[in-house]
């Protein structure tokens, strides 16, 4: 099973006006906490690797992890933050595992490139 499905979430091509987009949204119109991964929509290619090499930074980093909380930059409007082994998006209570952030990116850049 993919990370995507794991947490219940659907990425599509859309079309308006000869333009083609990218998208993620909840399958079944599902609202809880794995709403706030609809993040991935701001996110294109460039911003979707930098905040990769940011996490694998940690990930690969694990017999020293650095517990400080680091907040990306990637985005503007949206607090992402990486508290080692969390990934925390806006501030929310409900946080998810750095691995499957991780899976999920790359699966979203796969998306992208294709």
Known sequence: MSIKD?????FLKVSADGNI???C?????IVDKNNLL???NYLNISRTRHLLKEINHYLENTE????TPYDSMVLEHIDL????PEFIIDE???TFPLADIRDLLMEWLVFLQS
């Open 6 to 10: 794991k947490y219940g979430m659907e």
């Open 21 to 23: 987009g990218h998208t």
């Open 25 to 29: 949204i909840r399958k079944d119109g």
């Open 38 to 40: 609809q993040f991935l």
């Open 64 to 67: 020293t992890p650095d517990n």
């Open 81 to 84: 933050k990486i508290h080692y």
């Open 92 to 94: 929310q209570p409900g």
